[in-house]
């Protein structure tokens, strides 16, 4: 059973950054693509961010340049460390083990 728990949304204000955690139970992370969504009040869930298990990386046009995902394997953990935020980056962020394993998600708040 995998279970993954994600941590360190909170306030920020614009142009401030802050740095996702998502740590992953079970024993086959380190084979998993991981990936970051967030969803918007109102809106659907959408696709932030996906790191391969061989660390190939690739970001939404939004958040390219901007947002980095990375993962440390020894420690089961995928991370997105955000910068340059905005008020549009507002909302509950996931972290997604594949194939279909989710966590409860992070809020993240950008004030203006």
């Known amino acids: 059973q995998v279970q993954l728990v994600e941590s360190g949304g909170g306030l920020v204000q614009a142009g401030g950054s802050l740095r996702l955690s998502c740590l992953a139970s079970?024993?086959?992370?380190?084979?998993?693509?991981m990936g970051w969504y967030r969803q918007a009040p109102g809106k659907q869930r959408e696709w932030v961010a996906t790191?391969?298990?061989?660390?190939?990386?690739n970001y939404a046009g939004s958040v390219k340049n901007r947002f980095t995902i990375s993962r440390d394997n020894a420690k089961n953990t995928v991370y997105l460390q955000m910068n340059s935020l905005k008020p549009e980056d507002t909302g509950v962020y996931y972290c997604r083990q594949w194939p279909d394993y989710w966590g409860q998600g992070t809020q993240v708040t950008v004030s203006s």
């Open positions: 079970g024993r086959i992370f380190s084979i998993s693509a």
């Open positions: 790191i391969t298990s061989g660390g190939t990386t």
